[in-house]
Structure formats: C-alpha cells, structure tokens
C-alpha cells in the first residue's frame, strides 16, 4: 500500500511519526494494537455522531448481515431510509445512493452540467469535494497536508472548467460566475477541509442569490456537516437551501455510503428515468443502509443530541480559547456544532490563503503531546475534530489534556 495506507492523512506524514494501528473501537475510545487506548476525536473523519461500535447500530447491521450482504437488486429497506432523508433534509426531494463521498459530488457535477447545459463548475480554494478530477484544485485537507495541492496526473483539459473562488468573498465568486459558463458552485456550507472555517453571515445567501441570477445550481456539499452541524445538516442551521446536496459520513453510520439528491426535476435527469447515466453495484448496500437507518432513527428519536454536542463543543471551545491566551500561544479555535479545528498562528481564518499560514509544527507538537496524554486527534492542521454523543462523560478529561498539550507546544 502506498505509505502503507489506504489513504493519505492516515500515514501521519503531516505530523511526523509512525501511525497506531487500531485493535477495536468502543464508544468514545480506540484501542491500538499495543494495548494503548486513546480518547478518539477522529470518529471515522466524521461518520460517527454516537460513538463507535453503537450498540443499536451493531445489532442492525448483525441482523441485515443474516439475510445476505449485497443483492444488486432493490429492497423495501432501501426506501424507508430515503423517506427518513427526506424528512430530515427536506431539500432532498428525490435522491440516489451511492457507496462514497466523491461518488456522491461527482454525480452532483454531472447532473448540474445536463441540467444546465454549461460546462463549468465553481469551486473554492482549500474545500475538498473528494478526489475526482475536476475537484483537485486547491483542494485543502490531505493534499494541502502532503504539500501537494494540486496533483499529477490530471489533465489540465480536466481542470479548464473549474473556476475558482475565495471562500467567504462573494465577490470573487461573481467573477467567477461572470464567464457565464458554470453550471453550479459547489460549496462546503461549513468548510470542514482547511480546518474549520463556518460561514461569515450572510455568504451561503450571497451564493443562493448570485446562483439565481446568474441561472447556476447551488450544490452543497454535506458529505461532512450533514447531520453533523445540526439535524438537517448546514442548510437547516444557516437557513439557506441549495439545488443539489451531497451527503456521507453520518448518512453511513460508519459503514461506505453515500447520497446525492435535490430537487425533483433535476433528479429526475437521472437514469433511468433520464438520459444522465450513474450507477454502482454496491449502490444501497443492505449493511450500509441498516446502519444509516439505525443513525438517522437514533437522531429521531432523540431531540435533545444536538443540544448536547452543542454543549460539548462550546465548552472545549472555550477551554481551548482560554488556554491558548493564557499560554500566551498565538492563533484561534473556531466551531460549528460537533466540529472544532484549533488554528496556530492566524487569529481568524475565513478563507484557505488565511488558513495556510498555520504554524504547522507546532501543531505537530500539540498532535503528540496530546496523544502522549491519551487523545486521539486528527493527525492534520488542516482537519476537523469531531465530537460524538459518546465524548460526554470524558469531555473535562480530554479538555485538561488539551490544555495541556497546549501549553507544552512551545
């Protein structure tokens, strides 16, 4: 395996060192193959909102792993959890499951492109929408990690059609759409990939309106904030509704699944009841459904989650912020709901050229001076840390390690 891994934030090349390989996982904790068990703030990079290995999620995935592990054929189960997407995310009118985040935008690009007739697409600098081609532009996330945010081996025919823009600057996005040949912009409406940037007030309505005017989609990408930032995801929390959504991680439950979806004429682009071809043998996958079902019925069923992840996150906030003045450490801790990115160096990051200037080894020294004390976090300054329901009881005991790890960064 190239680097030893199956995918490159994992070989911990950001941060230095030799990687833990994971034994098992049980509610807020991974244990390591060396019998080290650490507080996980990684959650699956965002798939895990309970805890790892849930109880109720296991059992769903037991019971539909007895009655066969793929079909290629459709099922009733297959439904019901497109009738919950629906009613927790209102936007997505009709919808098609995929198996993976860039499966899922990829096929949103797609649809966009037949809907309108134009070729092009918007994009900003440092969101990630997965590793198709025509996205690795100033992708952010692990590429910016390896130092390469631009990768070989796409063409540049690929690329000609991306436009790109500053995130929170509408506008440098109406320049970009001024050629008049995009099809859609495609935002991450929380920017999750160069740590966590939220949306200054009033940007996602910026782009709603400059999209109608200018005869674009607005596709959202959700693969990491839906039901993440808040129960609808980032559309429900910020109030703006997009064309098009993609979504992963939770959706899954922890399990390879995915879904893009909108509007009901614009899906119904897709084959077969359109000419707009996308398909994919594991597409609906039994396994991953039971698990997303057994996630999105827990959401729910269970009203008060988000208040509680709330809870959680502004406390770490604050404990961070307050940490870092009192280290005298320069730079800022920034949030939205369940997903958290401690920034050294800029004071306020709101678009990729802010979030470049990090002091990216001393983030390493934070990264292992926290492991040494028992947290897991994710191995990238360029990442998020997720919270899951299960942080709760352990919330003041990973926040003192952080403290710590704070003040040791020097």
């Not at 929380?190 to 607005?218: E, K």
Request: with cysteine; glycine share 12%.
């Amino acid at each position: 395996m190239p680097g030893g891994v199956n995918s490159p934030v994992r070989a911990f090349k950001a941060v230095g060192g030799t990687p833990p390989f994971v034994a098992s996982a049980s509610g807020p904790h991974i244990t390591t193959i060396d019998g080290d068990v650490l507080i996980d703030f990684i959650a699956s990079w965002g798939a895990l909102i309970l805890g790892h290995a849930e109880p109720s999620i296991v059992a769903a995935v037991e019971e539909a792993a007895r009655r066969g592990t793929s079909f290629g054929m459709p099922t009733t189960h297959e439904v019901e959890l497109a009738e919950l997407i629906t009613e927790l995310v209102p936007s997505l009118e009709v919808m098609r499951m995929v198996s993976s985040g860039t499966e899922a935008t990829a096929s949103a690009i797609r649809v966009a492109r037949a809907a309108t007739g134009k070729p092009g697409i918007v994009k900003f600098e440092g969101c990630y929408h997965g590793h198709a081609d025509p996205f690795l532009v100033k992708a952010g996330s692990g590429a910016a990690s390896m130092g390469e945010p631009d990768s070989p081996g796409v063409p540049a025919a690929t690329v000609a059609d991306t436009y790109l823009a500053r995130f929170n600057d509408l506008e440098s996005v109406e320049r970009a759409l001024g050629q008049g040949t995009a099809a859609a912009v495609i935002v991450e409406p929380v920017a999750g990939n160069m740590g966590v940037v939220p949306p200054v007030a009033g940007f996602l309505q910026g782009l709603r309106d400059l999209c109608d005017q200018r005869r674009a989609l607005l596709i959202f990408d959700e693969v990491m904030t839906g039901f993440r930032v808040a129960r609808g995801g980032a559309q429900e929390r910020y109030g703006v509704t997009p064309d098009l959504t993609c979504l992963g991680k939770v959706v899954g439950g922890g399990t390879p699944a995915a879904v893009y979806g909108g509007r009901a004429e614009l899906m119904r682009k897709v084959a077969p009841d359109g000419p707009v071809y996308q398909a994919g043998t594991l597409a609906g996958n039994p396994l991953a459904v039971a698990a997303g079902f057994a996630t999105l019925r827990y959401i729910t069923e269970n009203p008060g989650l988000y208040d509680e992840l709330e809870n959680m996150g502004a406390d770490l906030e604050a404990r961070l912020t307050q940490a870092m003045k009192e280290y005298n450490v320069a730079g800022s801790v920034q949030r939205a709901g369940a997903m958290l990115t401690l920034f050294f160096g800029p004071t306020e990051v709101r678009s990729w050229d802010e979030a470049s200037t990090v002091d990216r080894d001393r983030f390493g020294r934070f990264f292992h001076a926290a492991y040494q004390g028992g947290v897991l976090l994710p191995p990238s300054p360029f990442e998020a840390l997720f919270l899951m329901r299960a942080h709760g009881p352990l919330i003041d005991q990973a926040g003192e390690v952080l403290v710590t790890a704070i003040g040791e960064t020097g």
